[in-house]
């Protein structure tokens, strides 16, 4: 088992900046990739970002390429993903999620690659 919970979501105004949490608790936080989605209303669930279990390896979205930077530190088995130059579409829940090497098989950009999910934290960004 694995328990996420993020936090440091708020309101921004477009252009500034953001740092989300996700603190990580029940199994050992560097075996697996972290994954970050963002959901807005009426909208699926998309792929952010993810970063490996080292930290070594990190892959972004195109929407977020170049303003987001996604990194961990497994020592307070925390992760964390920063979002410079905010946008309005930049506005959703945005979520962290752990793949599993169960999950080895399907596609880390998708849901179905992630097996635990926090409860997700709102960003909210005003134009």
């Known amino acids: 088992q694995v328990q996420l919970v993020e936090s440091g979501g708020g309101l921004v105004q477009a252009g500034g900046s953001l740092r989300l949490s996700c603190a990580a608790s029940?199994?050992?936080?560097?075996?697996?990739?972290m994954g970050w989605f963002r959901q807005a209303p009426g909208k699926e669930r998309e792929f952010v970002g993810r970063?490996?279990?080292?930290?070594?390896?990190?892959a972004y979205a195109d929407s977020v390429k170049g303003r987001a930077t996604i990194s961990r530190d497994n020592a307070k088995n925390t992760g964390y993903i920063e979002i410079d130059s905010l946008k309005p579409e930049d506005t959703a829940v945005y979520y962290c999620?752990?793949?599993?090497?169960?999950?080895?098989?399907?596609?880390?950009?998708?849901?179905?690659?992630?097996?635990?999910w926090g409860q997700g934290t709102q960003v909210t960004v005003s134009s």
């Open positions: 029940g199994r050992a936080f560097n075996v697996y990739t």
């Open positions: 999620a752990a793949r599993l090497l169960a999950n080895f098989r399907t596609d880390p950009s998708t849901v179905n690659g992630y097996t635990y």
């Open positions: 970063i490996s279990g080292s930290g070594g390896i990190t």
